[in-house]
């Protein structure tokens, strides 16, 4: 005996993509988040690598984990990524899923703190150099420290 069932077959793609968004924050100094650009250096098998990608730049990627790095002005350093973006032992980790999402990376300005020694030398008369102190202004005309014996 044979049977025969017709069988009504919906074939429907998945989408196997998300869409990321690149996005820069930038903590201090007088950089602008259009400075830096981002790579992607690592990701899934046969994935496309883009490079250069800008900031608030959207690139369409197959799903799955990638490495990124950034390139931008050297007195910046990495502190943080948020998003579908996070920070995990120095290095920006990107996950991508279907739902897309925005990967922001957030820089610091480093601050290069130097040492100064104040010495007041007194070449006529007999005032101590202990009646004098010393003020540091910053490039606004600010103060930065003030009263600093000699």
Known sequence: MTIYVDVDCNVSDTCLTGSIIFAKAVDGGAAQPSEWTFDLVDGPVGAVLPTGISHNGTEVLDIGAYIVTERGPADYTLTGAAGVCQLVDGQIELNVNNAGGTCT?????????????????????????????FEVRNGDDQPVASNIPN
């Open 105 to 133: 990376v957030t820089s610091t300005a480093v601050v290069n703190e130097s040492e100064i020694t104040f010495i007041k030398q007194v070449t006529r008369g007999d005032a101590d150099t202990s009646a004098w102190t």
